[in-house]
């Protein structure tokens, strides 16, 4: 089993940052996927980041450029650095992980992930 448990949410000025971080245990060898989808009131679930075992990323368009994920391995933890955060960027973050994806595969689409963090709240001011 897998536990994902997310940290680092918070209000924040436009144009702020915030660091979200992701710790992950139980059985973590295998988590070859990781990445962090988001869901803002009354919307559906959407992809932000993702990244490989292997290093591999893929942004939306949305925070290419702006957003930054990373992971160590030996801390068993996935980051979304947030930078120039703006209004619409305010929702849920959800960390996910997966299983069944090979460690150079880098995953965007809901599908693939296997087990989500319960989410942690991001919140933009203008």
């Known amino acids: 089993q897998v536990q994902l448990v997310e940290s680092g949410g918070g209000l924040v000025q436009a144009g702020g940052s915030l660091r979200l971080s992701c710790a992950a245990s139980?059985?973590?060898?295998?988590?070859?996927?990781m990445g962090w989808f988001r869901q803002a009131s009354g919307k559906e679930r959407e992809f932000v980041a993702a990244i490989s075992r292997n290093g591999g990323t893929s942004y939306s368009d949305s925070v290419k450029g702006r957003f930054t994920i990373s992971r160590d391995n030996a801390k068993n933890t996935v980051y979304l650095q947030m930078n120039s955060l703006k209004p619409e960027d305010t929702a849920v973050y959800y960390c996910?992980?997966?299983?069944?994806?090979?460690?150079?595969?880098?995953?965007?689409?809901?599908?693939?992930?296997?087990?989500w963090g319960q989410g942690t709240q991001v919140t933009v001011s203008s």
């Open positions: 996910a992980a997966g299983r069944a994806i090979a460690a150079a595969v880098v995953a965007t689409t809901i599908g693939y992930y296997d087990y």
């Open positions: 139980g059985r973590t060898f295998s988590l070859n996927a």
